[in-house]
């Protein structure tokens, strides 16, 4: 069975600018859940997706954004990008079972 | 709001020493769960402990969840170099899937 996938590994930007992340699922597994983490702040909680409704979400300002689709894939936006964004995003997705699968992430550089 | 810290921030041991790391919640979780991630990896789902006072084993890894259900531990017997890494306990409050993930124990083992 294939694990989580998340897209692109990496990522380069500049402030001001965009970022769209896509984070894949394991098969059946209908939960997506967005973490943060930074040598500063550790992992914190984005956002979690269910069913294409987010069902939770942490303490982030309104720049950072997230949906799911009908397949369950995931995407999480950040707009105007600030320097303090640079961190790995990672996804991870659960059936609903307290396991959480984790996927690779994504290194976000912003300069 | 809700904060889980970990104490020690790090810790080098020689291997074959023992290593425990604890983890208190400000608040009372409804369960906790573990999650190792070695360097330049994701998190990796270890264990969840849910009622007051449990104590879990896995080989050498010993996990207990406080009687007061807002503390936890992670004891390794006999450290061996495939040990390293960063431990962190996540707590959950009720019925959800976001994970309140602990400041983290980075565990180094010298052989």
């Known amino acids: 069975k294939a694990g989580v996938t998340q897209t692109p590994r990496y990522l380069i930007k500049t402030r001001g600018q965009q970022v769209t992340l896509s984070c894949s699922p394991i098969?059946?597994?209908?939960?997506v859940s967005w973490y943060q983490q930074t040598p500063g702040q550790g992992l914190q909680f984005l956002f979690e997706y269910f069913s294409e409704t987010q069902r939770n979400k942490g303490n982030f300002p309104g720049r950072f954004s997230g949906r799911q689709f009908s397949n369950s894939r995931s995407e999480m936006n950040v707009s105007t990008l600030e320097l303090g964004d640079s961190a790995l995003y990672l996804c991870a997705s659960s059936r609903g079972a307290p396991e959480q699968f984790f996927g690779p992430g994504t290194r976000l550089t912003v300069l | 709001g809700q904060q889980v810290m970990q104490i020690p921030q790090y810790q080098h041991v020689q291997e074959g020493e023992d290593f425990t790391t604890y983890c208190n919640s400000s608040?009372?979780?409804?369960?906790i769960q573990w999650y190792k991630q070695r360097p330049g990896g994701h998190p990796v789902f270890l264990i969840q402990?849910?009622?007051?006072?449990e104590v879990k084993k896995q080989k050498r890894l010993t996990f207990q969840f406080g009687e007061a259900k807002k503390n936890s531990s992670l004891h390794i017997t006999a450290t061996q170099t495939t040990d390293v890494g960063t431990y962190f306990c996540a707590g959950q409050r009720g019925a959800t899937n976001k994970l309140i993930f602990g400041t983290g124990t980075l565990l180094a083992v010298q052989p």
């Open positions: 608040t009372t979780l409804s369960n």
């Open positions: 098969s059946g597994h209908r939960s």
């Open positions: 402990l849910v009622k007051s006072g």
